[in-house]
């Protein structure tokens, strides 16, 4: 495993996002944030924050718990599961910037797509992501990208941040190396569930806007 981008840079491409995403809106009326969990949400709540700082207000954040069969983890499936979402405002009419760690294959964003969409007609979906690895499968890009990083399809590349692995960097290692042993208890970016069918458990409408 090899840390590639360390804390300060990852702060540093979030704080340009954050601006993109302003500037590209004309400001941040009828935007919303919804992050991919898990740690795209806790992106989105630093995006919020940053975005606070320039705006004087606080943009409203939901959150999508997807897990998908990942193609690079030579899952048995490509269908997400969708275990609970947190959504506690309406999206009809609302510009609502999806936010996500890695973007690889684009099956993750348009599971996550389809699922925004049950909950109503958003104006406008726009993506942000912190690393786009290419290999894209789906015809799906980020409206803001906090780094490109080409990577092989033998290499997997994880975002670990504070909140879930006790720091901020991007960390890139070849699968075929990946044992238990190398990770230990570390909680990884995908989480591994073995079921044979896409399933729905829980799906919560309400609640406050952030906890934090």
């Keep these: 495993?090899?840390?590639?981008?360390?804390?300060?840079?990852?702060?540093?491409?979030?704080?340009?996002?954050?601006?993109?995403?302003i500037e590209k809106n004309n400001g941040i009326k009828d935007i919303i944030l919804i992050g991919i969990k898990r740690r795209g949400d806790y992106i989105a709540r630093r995006l919020a924050d940053f975005m606070k700082t320039t705006e004087k207000r606080r943009i409203p954040i939901g959150a999508l718990d997807i897990t998908l069969?990942?193609?690079?983890?030579?899952?048995?499936?490509?269908?997400?599961?969708?275990?609970?979402?947190?959504i506690p405002f309406d999206v009809t009419n609302r510009i609502v910037?999806?936010?996500?760690?890695?973007?690889?294959?684009?099956?993750?964003?348009?599971?996550?797509?389809?699922?925004?969409?049950?909950?109503?007609?958003?104006?406008?979906?726009?993506?942000a992501v912190l690393v786009d690895r290419g290999h894209r499968e789906l015809p799906i890009q980020a409206d803001y990208t906090g780094k490109k990083m080409p990577a092989a399809r033998n290499e997997i590349i994880d975002v670990?941040?504070?909140?879930?692995?006790?720091?901020?960097?991007?960390?890139?290692?070849?699968?075929?190396?990946?044992?238990?042993?190398?990770?230990?208890?570390?909680?990884?970016?995908i989480g591994l569930k073995q079921v044979s069918e896409p399933m729905v458990k829980q799906l919560k409408i309400g609640g406050s806007e952030d906890e934090s």
């Design 1 to 21: 495993m090899k840390k590639v981008v360390g804390a300060a840079e990852i702060r540093r491409a979030l704080i340009r996002i954050a601006h993109e995403i």
């Design 160 to 189: 670990l941040v504070r909140e879930i692995d006790g720091e901020d960097c991007i960390v890139i290692h070849d699968r075929r190396k990946k044992t238990k042993k190398q990770f230990g208890n570390q909680k990884t970016r």
């Design 69 to 86: 069969y990942r193609d690079d983890l030579q899952l048995a499936s490509d269908m997400p599961i969708i275990e609970s979402t947190d």
């Design 97 to 127: 910037v999806l936010v996500d760690d890695v973007l690889y294959t684009g099956r993750t964003i348009r599971a996550a797509i389809e699922e925004i969409l049950d909950f109503g007609r958003p104006k406008a979906i726009q993506l």
